[in-house]
């Protein structure tokens, strides 16, 4: 296996200015099953391909839901994002006791962001080894959301982690101007299904494999599995 004398922490900087603990740990995500997440000017939408370990094991749950109003999904290591979606969870629950208020998205992301960073910089962790795509809704719109390990939250369109998600991708960047006008969350979430079809090799989407979630104006975060997903097959 490679190694190199600057990649046994977080901490230490190689020559070349990298930090090769957290670039492995974006390495983690490309393992995981891809999940496709995008949003008009009315809805966010996440679409996610669910992986199984064998043919006597359930399917990994792919969406986690966090709030009425934000919820997101992973590709990487579950537990991590577990832990994650539990503390997002805790957030939320916080911004409406306290302040009688949903927790902003944009908040939601720079929490996640900081919790992430400060394993970058001390002893004794690691980098969470998970992406994580957060769509949500606030008093500003839809958002769409990606973590990274790094500690960088970016807002976007539409993005695609996981394996093989260059294909969905670059089906969301042809199709931009598109989705960004679609009103109907129905045609959003088909758009979605399609771009998550353009990363899949061997696979085929079914009612046990695929794993939906909306949220927008007057919807709140609501996911869909099973059978309720066979309409958009």
């Known amino acids: 296996m490679f190694r190199n004398n600057y990649d ?3 901490v230490t900087f190689s020559p070349t200015g990298r930090l090769f603990q957290v ?3 974006l390495e983690a995500i490309k393992q995981g ?10 809805y966010a939408v996440l679409v996610a391909l669910k992986r199984n ?7 990994q749950k792919k969406i986690i839901r966090c709030d009425e109003h ?4 992973l590709a990487g290591l579950a537990p991590d994002a577990r832990v994650l979606s539990n503390y997002l969870r805790q957030q939320c629950n916080y911004s409406r006791m306290v302040f009688n208020r949903d927790l902003s998205v944009e908040k939601a992301g720079h929490m996640l962001s900081d919790k992430a960073q400060k394993n970058t910089q001390s002893y004794g962790g690691r980098p969470y080894g998970v992406g994580l795509l957060i769509i949500g809704y606030d008093r500003s ?3 769409l959301l990606e973590f990274q390990p790094s500690g960088n939250t970016l807002e976007l369109y539409g993005s695609a982690i996981g394996a093989r998600s260059q294909g969905a991708k670059t089906y969301l960047e042809r199709t ?5 006008e679609i009103e109907d969350p129905e045609e959003l979430i088909k758009l979605g299904v399609e771009a998550l079809r353009q990363s899949l090799k061997d696979e085929t989407l079914s009612n046990s494999n695929l794993s939906i979630a909306i949220v927008g104006e007057n919807l709140p975060f609501t996911q869909y599995d099973g059978d309720s997903v066979a309409p958009y097959l």
């Not at 997440?37 to 009315?42: A, H, M, Q």
């Open 23 to 25: 670039e492995y740990a």
């Open 33 to 42: 099953s891809v999940t496709v997440g995008l949003r008009s000017k009315k």
């Open 53 to 59: 370990a064998d043919e006597l094991s359930s399917y």
């Open 8 to 10: 046994g922490d977080t």
């Open 70 to 73: 934000l919820g997101l999904s």
């Open 176 to 180: 931009l101007e598109k989705y960004l």
């Open 141 to 143: 719109g839809p958002h």
